[in-house]
């Protein structure tokens, strides 16, 4: 299927699940997957391919720095123990339950193997949590934590991958030498994240310094971050996702200080609409790459 055939049908069928989730009060990516799923069998349809390439470079970004910019950095601090946990705890725990699992039912997978392919599913995502939470009551302390473990657990699971990789190529592995990157990719996410934040902070100032900001350009920048900070990440070989959720995070709380009440109404108003058709491609993406892996 091309590209411009893709992108207008993914636009109708978004418009037209989104009115089902809105007539039935569904969550709507719960709706987009099932949509999806439907779709990827309907006979005489052909298969969706979508590089995963091109999933990781022009949407993941956006969602994860919109994620960042929404997280309540007061709940988030008050609850960054169990956040902590979940993002790392639970993600090695399940990294080895899959693994245990996948290696004794997958004949001839091998345990590095396994682990590889538990260090892929462990993590939850750092987007379905908030979009499905819209739809329902939750308290806001357990939508906290569970949005704010999707958005920095990519750290554990990004070293254990590394490692679990080197495991198959090499045979070799160390848990010292494991736990050592782990930290260095985390904290060099961070310092990345507070890097581009900084910029955009210096870029805006100065840009008003000198007469030349306006409401289109502020947003222009903005747009721009998430894509800085998640490239910036990846090219240090450090974690782009926790680039981008702090640059989000830092971004958002000093916003105020920098944009004009004009730049961020309009920018509410964009990233709203953005995001939004964003998680609608991803999830009906979802859904019909079923096909192709049956």
């Given at each position: 299927?091309?590209?411009?055939?893709?992108?207008?049908?993914?636009?109708?069928?978004?418009?037209?699940?989104?009115?089902?989730?809105k007539r039935f009060g569904l969550p709507y990516p719960i709706v987009f997957v099932l949509a999806g799923t439907a779709l990827a069998f309907v006979p005489g349809l052909p298969p969706v391919r979508i590089s995963p390439d091109?999933?990781?470079?022009?949407?993941l970004?956006?969602?994860?720095?919109?994620?960042g910019w929404s997280t309540d950095w007061v709940l988030f601090r008050a609850n960054l123990r169990p956040i902590l946990l979940l993002a790392i705890g639970l993600v090695v725990v399940s990294t080895v339950a899959v693994a245990v699992l996948a290696n004794r039912i997958v004949p001839g997978l091998g345990l590095a193997a396994a682990f590889v392919l538990?260090?892929?599913?462990?993590?939850?995502?750092?987007?379905?949590a908030a979009a499905t939470f819209e739809r329902f009551s939750v308290p806001r302390r357990i939508v906290a934590i569970l949005e704010g473990e999707g958005l920095i657990?990519?750290?554990?699971?990004?070293?254990?991958?590394?490692?679990?990789?080197?495991?198959?190529?090499?045979?070799?592995?160390?848990?010292?030498?494991?736990?050592g990157s782990f930290v260095i990719v985390a904290l060099g996410g961070i310092a990345v994240g507070i890097a581009?934040?900084?910029?955009?902070?210096?870029?805006?100032?100065?840009?008003?310094?000198?007469?030349?900001?306006?409401?289109?350009?502020?947003?222009?920048?903005?747009?721009?971050?998430?894509?800085?900070?998640?490239?910036?990440?990846?090219?240090?070989h450090v974690s782009g996702v926790l680039a981008t959720v702090i640059a989000g995070i830092l971004i958002s709380r000093r916003s105020a200080r920098f944009f004009g009440p004009e730049a961020r109404l309009i920018g509410v108003n964009?990233?709203?609409l953005w995001i939004y058709l964003l998680n609608a491609y991803v999830f009906l993406a979802i859904g019909l790459q079923l096909r192709v892996l049956v």
């Open positions: 299927m091309s590209a411009p055939v893709l992108l207008v049908s993914g636009l109708a069928a978004a418009v037209a699940f989104a009115i089902v989730a091109w999933i990781f470079l022009s949407i970004p956006p969602l994860l720095f919109a994620g538990g260090a892929i599913v462990s993590p939850p995502d750092a987007v379905a657990n990519d750290a554990t699971a990004l070293v254990i991958y590394a490692y679990a990789v080197t495991a198959v190529t090499t045979g070799a592995f160390s848990v010292p030498h494991a736990a581009v934040a900084w910029l955009i902070e210096r870029l805006t100032r100065l840009l008003a310094r000198y007469d030349l900001a306006d409401s289109l350009i502020d947003n222009l920048t903005l747009i721009g971050a998430p894509y800085a900070a998640y490239l910036g990440g990846s090219a240090l964009v990233w709203t």
